[in-house]
């Protein structure tokens, strides 16, 4: 059997995940310290014809330093093939300065199945204002001026905002798969979803690549759970490509202290 349906579908979950946590980031010093804590989601990751893996998303304190991170791993049929294993892993500080957060990304990695080829690194010196990353055995340096965030570290500044506020459209600089994107989002007001935690009423929210793009995102949050994504799918050319389903949830809705600590097993 080919893994190709697998191995799509998973590296479609990284972009959903990226779509769905740059959402409402309209201000990078956003986040109030009491807001931030960790927590721990699990996604089912398909589409209308099969279910081909699944994705965990987890945040911990290590030391000084926050870590992010992203695991899409292929479930059944599809784990024989050996392919469709993604990690993504965002190391960032946290500062308080007026009783706001403000998250700094310093480090992000991402790994598809152990291929050189497809690796990412990337380092960010905020004394410089610049961001250097390696692909493909090309190391570039560019320098930023605007707040620019990793696919991952934005998370709990969009879980904040949509706590915090409520407008039409937002964008954000966003590093991704190499390059810095412009990101567009639109609220697309409230729907009713089922879940395995039950019916819940969320905010839907469109997303896409500036400049004119054949792919979008929608996501659905969840007020009830801390606004986490219950559900993200993604489209090509308005044809469903993917999507995830919440089947698990570690947070400080559902347990006391968030989620267990970071482990890279």
């Given at each position: 059997?080919?893994?190709?349906p697998a191995t799509t579908l998973l590296?479609?979950?990284?972009?959903?995940?990226?779509?769905?946590?740059?959402?409402?980031?309209?201000?990078?010093?956003?986040?109030?310290?009491?807001?931030?804590?960790p927590f721990e989601v699990e996604y089912?990751?398909?589409?209308?014809?099969?279910?081909?893996?699944?994705?965990?998303?987890?945040?911990?304190?290590?030391?000084?330093?926050?870590?992010?991170?992203?695991?899409?791993?292929?479930?059944?049929?599809?784990?024989?093939?050996?392919?469709?294993?993604?990690?993504?892993?965002?190391?960032?500080?946290?500062?308080?300065?007026?009783?706001?957060?403000?998250?700094?990304?310093?480090?992000?990695?991402?790994?598809?199945?152990?291929?050189?080829?497809?690796?990412?690194?990337?380092?960010?010196?905020?004394?410089?204002?610049?961001?250097?990353?390696?692909?493909?055995?090309?190391?570039?340096?560019?320098?930023?001026?605007?707040?620019?965030?990793?696919?991952?570290?934005?998370?709990?500044?969009?879980?904040?905002?949509?706590?915090?506020?409520?407008?039409?459209?937002?964008?954000?600089?966003?590093?991704?798969?190499?390059?810095?994107?412009?990101?567009?989002?639109?609220?697309?007001?409230?729907?009713?979803?089922?879940?395995?935690?039950?019916?819940?009423?969320?905010?839907?929210?469109?997303?896409?690549?500036?400049?004119?793009?054949?792919?979008?995102?929608?996501?659905?949050?969840?007020?009830?759970?801390?606004?986490?994504?219950?559900?993200?799918?993604?489209?090509?050319?308005?044809?469903?490509?993917?999507?995830?389903?919440?089947?698990?949830?570690?947070?400080?809705?559902?347990q006391e202290g968030g989620a267990k600590?970071?482990?890279?097993?």
């Amino acid at each position: 059997m080919s893994n190709q349906p697998a191995t799509t579908l998973l590296k479609v979950a990284s972009v959903c995940l990226l779509s769905a946590m740059t959402a409402f980031t309209a201000n990078i010093a956003s986040a109030q310290p009491a807001d931030f804590t960790p927590f721990e989601v699990e996604y089912d990751v398909g589409n209308n014809m099969i279910s081909a893996g699944s994705a965990k998303l987890q945040l911990a304190k290590q030391g000084d330093e926050w870590v992010y991170s992203l695991k899409t791993t292929p479930t059944g049929v599809f784990k024989l093939t050996g392919k469709g294993k993604i990690q993504e892993i965002s190391v960032f500080s946290a500062t308080s300065a007026n009783d706001k957060l403000e998250l700094k990304p310093q480090r992000y990695t991402y790994r598809q199945d152990e291929e050189s080829r497809r690796s990412v690194d990337a380092w960010f010196d905020w004394d410089e204002n610049q961001l250097t990353y390696k692909r493909r055995g090309e190391e570039i340096t560019e320098s930023f001026s605007d707040p620019v965030l990793d696919r991952l570290s934005v998370t709990l500044t969009v879980m904040d905002e949509l706590k915090k506020s409520n407008f039409d459209s937002a964008q954000l600089q966003v590093f991704d798969n190499g390059r810095v994107k412009t990101m567009m989002f639109s609220n697309e007001g409230t729907e009713k979803v089922d879940t395995r935690m039950g019916p819940l009423e969320t905010i839907r929210v469109k997303s896409n690549t500036a400049g004119g793009s054949t792919r979008h995102t929608i996501t659905w949050f969840a007020p009830e759970l801390d606004y986490v994504p219950v559900k993200i799918e993604q489209y090509k050319r308005d044809k469903l490509v993917a999507r995830l389903k919440l089947t698990k949830l570690s947070n400080r809705v559902t347990q006391e202290g968030g989620a267990k600590p970071y482990s890279t097993k």
